[in-house]
């Protein structure tokens, strides 16, 4: 045993890792291969028979790992956004300009003390941020983001997301009741008051849409408004694009319309007496949740993963290189510069102590990286579903920066306030709304 | 009637172990001593204490408000005071005349050069002394300064307690920029101990000159700037439009001093009304209100530091030439009497009246500050407002915790 410990404490750390990895490795790997031969097609075989339910969990899956680097990309946004609107320099430490922070708050998060306060109803105040988190992220499942990448495509898939996403409620009122604390307490309340109030007009606008796409299915919602950005609802239903924005502002609990955590008036709301990585996971249906409003929005309102115009220069998937001909060598000569140059000058411009050949390189690997994903995603997924997530994204993102924006500028509403305007504002504009479309519908009989 | 049974200590861990665990009620752990303090510690139907401060996030200073609310609705409020008491009028009655300035300081941390100011006006006033006059510009100088700094902290304060998360921030870049100053004018960015019996502690010099210098040319500009975001944003002004209205009446009669007296329409400056230092030759307004409110407060803040730039501008202007100090010895020992010195703070007359008796310390040294007659007033403003505007109220009134608890 000595013989073993002494040469095992005389190798260095790579050389710690090296023997413990590769071992490991081989292990895995040949047992895998025996395990694929041996059980490969008897687990093919109860795969397929049960291709539905294979689906479901392999999306399931998915939707919980894509919302963590959201969370943490929409956390980084946050941090960087308002930084720089109070002309501050934000996080800049932790990774490249401080990409890499919210990944070590997430760590952080992990390894503070879970406690649960004393008086503390054990189960419920356990149970309310798991409820939160998944009502959030099962609400994602329904989502399109390219042209056949979604988690499922129901055909009530609306239905779903409000009936899913409305399950965030009863984890914010159990937080704020299981707390055992007075705070707590209100904030649950206000979250149950706001949510519940602002769910009518949320609803209402857009039962305009579902009568003109005549679908809930958000992915035939979006293939509706396929073609130039004219076609979106958003020119059609305008109105019911604003009061679904406002709703939707309050649904996801944000600025101007954070009263459930208003740290001002009642410390942080539900959150209070959570520490540990049950905050985690109620900060993190917080931002998923912010992610997952602004997709939706895209989706009913701006085209989903269609993008605005025509793209001028369609790529098809059936292309000929031999039929460029001088022009593919124009294509590959031209265009890996411009693309190195075109990456490399933002990395240039915005740090003034690196070097040129730095910014160059960075330019060269990261075009490399973006002309692999591009191609695999070519030979492999398909086009549509690279250009569509990049619509979709960019579009996305536009909004979580709106949500952000409206942090940073806007002061906090009064609940009084906030119940006037919903009971006394959206909700007639939003049966306005329905009322003017189904008007509409019938003069011009569509 | 919640009743109590009488306990060793609060403070004795021995309580904790034959309590039952439950929900920490902010009652106190004797019986009420006042019939208002069983009126208040009488819960009604449907009504909750809830314990703000002293370590909610947004309690300006180590404030505690007992806050007794029917559902979002604040019924009734019971301020505990104490937190930073430190009885600092005892210490400056054992403290040289010299050493009072610096025990003065921390008790207005937010603009501390106008708690320094009435004590010497009353030191001077005892001790018959003529200031020179480049003392005094450079006191108004650097007093109006000081005061711009106290309004631009109070706006952000005011908008984070309405749930604003930049004006804060902004407003700190020029509080920042005219705290640089002042350190290098006195050596002290945030307790300053500056003001000296019969003068200032240092003459201008090149650093502070060139910040202000280049400060003043955008500060009217940044200023503007910074309220825009406030001025024009709907919420914002539908929030402290109304908020915690105070009456002409009631502001009189609560001794309201500074620009939540003004806000109520009474043009009251001390700077006018009793004019001291050289304020009598400068040029400048006294903006006044007629609504009351916390919008009122705000946007006449904002008026008083566009006041507070033209006199900057014309001390530097009228700046005249001479000492900075006036000759007195080291070891003071002022005839026996009284003196009262005044001025007019950011937040309304900070007021000292010493009595002499012929010794080298102060027999008596009474500070009046109105922060806290201002925070009597949140138990007339509070009530009826909701959870949600209990801070906002008490920010709009502008209190320092430290005079409050001296």
């Known amino acids: 045993m000595t013989t ?20 490991l490795l081989l292990v895995l790997g040949l047992g895998g291969l025996i395990a694929i031969m041996l059980l490969g097609p008897l687990v093919l075989q109860i795969l397929g028979d049960n291709l539905p339910l294979v689906r479901f969990v392999i999306a399931a899956t998915a939707v919980l790992l894509a919302a963590i680097p959201i969370a943490f990309l929409n956390i980084f946004m946050e941090m960087k956004v308002i930084a720089f609107m109070n002309l501050r320099i934000g996080p800049d430490r932790v990774g490249p300009w401080g990409t890499l922070l919210s990944v070590v708050h997430g760590l952080k998060v992990l390894g503070k003390e879970d406690f649960t306060p004393t008086g503390a109803d054990r189960t419920i105040f356990t149970l309310a941020p798991v409820v939160v988190f998944l009502g959030t992220v099962m609400s994602f499942l329904v989502i399109p983001f390219a042209p056949g ?37 209100l904030g649950g309340l206000r979250a149950a008051a706001q949510i ?46 604003l009061i679904f924005l406002i709703a939707i502002t309050a649904e996801a609990n944000r600025a101007p319309f954070d009263l459930t955590e208003a740290d001002s008036e009642i410390v942080a709301g539900f959150a209070t007496e959570y520490s540990g990585m049950r905050f985690g996971f109620l900060f993190f249906a917080e931002y998923v949740n912010m992610f997952i409003v602004s997709a939706l929005t895209v989706t009913l309102f701006f085209g989903g993963w269609n993008a605005p115009f025509d793209w001028p220069f369609p790529i098809s998937a059936n292309l000929d290189p031999a039929s460029l001909g001088i022009g593919l060598l124009i294509l590959v000569a031209v265009v890996p510069l411009i693309g190195t140059l075109a990456l490399a000058a933002p990395f240039w411009l915005m740090r003034s102590s690196m070097p040129t050949w730095q910014a160059l390189v960075i330019g060269f690997v990261l075009f490399n990286v973006l002309a692999v994903a591009a191609v695999l995603g070519w030979a492999f997924v398909s086009w549509e579903w690279v250009v569509g997530l990049l619509w979709s994204m960019i579009k996305a993102y536009g909004f979580v920066f709106f949500f952000v924006w409206l942090r940073g500028t806007l002061p906090r509403v009064r609940i009084d306030q906030l119940m006037n305007f919903a009971w006394k504002w959206l909700l007639p504009a939003a049966l306005l709304n329905l009322f003017v479309t189904a008007l509409a519908i019938i003069v011009l009989g569509r | 009637m919640v009743t109590h049974s009488r306990q060793p200590s609060a403070d004795d861990p021995r309580v904790l172990l034959d309590q039952e665990i439950g929900v920490f009620e902010p009652v106190p752990p004797y019986p009420p001593r006042t019939e208002r303090e069983a009126e208040f510690y009488t819960l009604g139907d449907g009504e909750m204490f809830v314990n703000m401060g002293p370590q909610h996030p947004s309690t300006h200073g180590v404030l505690r408000i007992v806050l007794k609310l029917n ?38 941390y937010i603009s501390s050069l106008f708690m320094e100011w009435p004590y010497v006006q009353a030191a001077e006033k005892l001790l018959d002394l003529e200031v020179p006059r480049r003392a005094e510009y450079i006191r108004v100088l650097s007093g109006e300064l000081n005061r711009i700094a106290s309004h631009a902290l109070f706006m952000g304060w005011f908008a984070l307690d309405l749930g604003g998360l930049t004006p804060i921030l902004w407003s700190f870049i020029e509080r920042d920029e005219i705290v640089e100053m002042l350190g290098a004018l006195t050596g002290a960015r945030m307790l300053f101990n500056y003001f000296r019996i019969g003068g200032v502690n240092g003459d201008l010099n090149h650093e502070f000159m060139s910040r202000l210098g280049s400060w003043m040319s955008r500060a009217a500009t940044q200023i503007e700037a910074n309220t825009k975001l406030l001025n024009e944003n709907e919420i914002f002004v539908r929030r402290a439009r109304g908020l915690g209205r105070m009456d002409r009446e009631m502001a009189l009669r609560m001794c309201v001093t500074g620009p939540n007296l003004r806000a109520t329409g009474v043009p009251f400056d001390v700077r006018r009304a009793h004019p001291y230092s050289i304020y009598p030759e400068l040029d400048f307004d006294v903006p006044t209100r007629t609504e009351g409110d916390s919008l009122a407060r705000y946007l006449l803040r904002v008026d008083e530091v566009k006041q507070s730039l033209r006199i900057i501008d014309q001390c530097l202007h009228q700046m005249p030439d001479g000492p900075i100090m006036a000759r007195i010895p080291r070891l003071i020992r002022p005839r026996p009497g009284r003196a009262y010195g005044a001025v007019e703070s950011p937040r309304g007359q900070y007021t000292m009246y010493m009595i002499s008796d012929g010794t080298d310390q102060p027999f008596r040294l009474r ?25 906002a109220i008490m920010a709009s009134l502008d209190p320092v915790m430290g005079g409050v608890d001296k």
């Open chain 2, 71 to 108: 559902g979002e609705q604040v019924v009734d409020l019971d301020p505990v005071l104490g937190y930073l008491h430190r009885g600092v009028e005892k210490i400056c009655e054992n403290s040289d005349y010299h050493h009072i300035v610096n025990q003065l300081d921390p008790l207005e």
């Open chain 1, 4 to 23: 073993v410990s002494r040469a095992w404490g005389r190798l260095t750390l790579p050389g710690k890792i090296f023997f413990t990895v590769v071992p």
């Open chain 1, 196 to 241: 519940v109030s602002y769910e009518i007009p949320l609803t209402l606008s857009v039962v305009g849409i579902l009568m003109l796409a005549g679908t809930m299915s958000l992915n035939q919602i979006v293939l509706n408004q396929s073609g130039s950005f004219l076609d979106w609802y958003v020119f059609q239903q305008p109105l019911g694009a």
């Open chain 2, 367 to 391: 500070i009046h500050d109105p922060s806290f007659v201002h925070l009597g007033s949140v138990g007339r403003l509070v009530p009826g407002n909701l959870v949600a505007d209990t801070m």
């Open chain 1, 149 to 185: 990448l979604f988690g499922q495509d129901f055909n009530i898939g609306l239905l779903y997301f409000f009936a899913v996403g409305g399950l965030t409620v009863v984890g914010l009122m159990m937080a704020g009741w299981a707390s055992f604390n007075k705070y707590s307490l």
